[in-house]
């Protein structure tokens, strides 16, 4: 059976990372952006009370029927937000796609805004879709057997819980396929990843311990720029020019770990489906008519 090398693909991260140094800093400028923008749509779209209650942190303490209706009402515009917010993360997704399967094509810093993007856009909603399906179930059927048992529960809650990580494995190159074949590939990408499972799970349980390694590193480095510029208020207050220096460079980290954690977790299945769709057999030829 065809396979691929999981610590290998697991590495390109790291790969991308430090020899595309200037793109991730483009990346991170972009996604700073965006998600500014995406404050100002929510600030402008949500109801101003439910805003006010979740910043002062008194939605949990609220009447849940009172939050209910003001989620009602307030629902289009959460809608607006995910869609908006996938789009985001399908861009920057795009563009390190295009850096490893088509480096060829350039743009800003490999990013562009076109079908590709739409395409990602639309695969990556209704995996979004899935993902919130199979967590409702998942509570659902828990908390049904929860009444029964507690351990039913929390058998069944595993059981869910492992069904869901299999099912997202095997969905894992739905974005990379979709991207390289120019359409929606969820049924192909279910199919490639067939007998695939557990080097795809290994993959990407090692980029994940991989991004918190990173993750750890970044705080410590932080947490040094901190005490050096005077401590955590005079980094937040600006006081002086050290702690100038402490303030930028703590906003540029903070605006580097989303990136690179998107650039650890999902380069690697770009890795995956090159290797595996290079390794796949090729389609037998149509048989021809007899010409006699």
Sequence with gaps: MNRFSASDAALEGFRLTRERPGTVLAWSGLYFVGILVIALVMMASLDPHFIDLAKKGQLLSRDPEEIGAMLASSLPAFLLIVVLTVVLFSVVMSGIYRLVLRPAEHGFAHLRFGRDEL???????????????????????????????????????????????????????ATPMS??????????????????????????VLAIIFYLIVWVLVTIIGFAIITTAGGEKAVQSVQGPVAFVGFVAILAIQLLLPILQVIMVYSPLAVAYQQLIAAAPAAPPAAQPSSG
């Design 119 to 173: 395409r990602l856009t639309a695969v990556n909603l209704l995996l979004f879709a899935a993902g919130m399906a199979c967590l409702t179930f998942g509570f659902a059927v828990t908390a049904l057997a929860d009444t029964a048992s507690p351990l039913a529960g929390v058998l069944v809650g595993i059981a869910v819980f492992a069904v869901t990580i299999w099912l997202g494995v095997r969905l894992s190159l």
């Design 179 to 204: 991207f390289a074949t120019h359409r929606v590939a969820i049924a192909p990408a279910w199919r490639l990843s067939n007998g695939h499972f557990w080097p795809l799970l290994g993959m990407i």
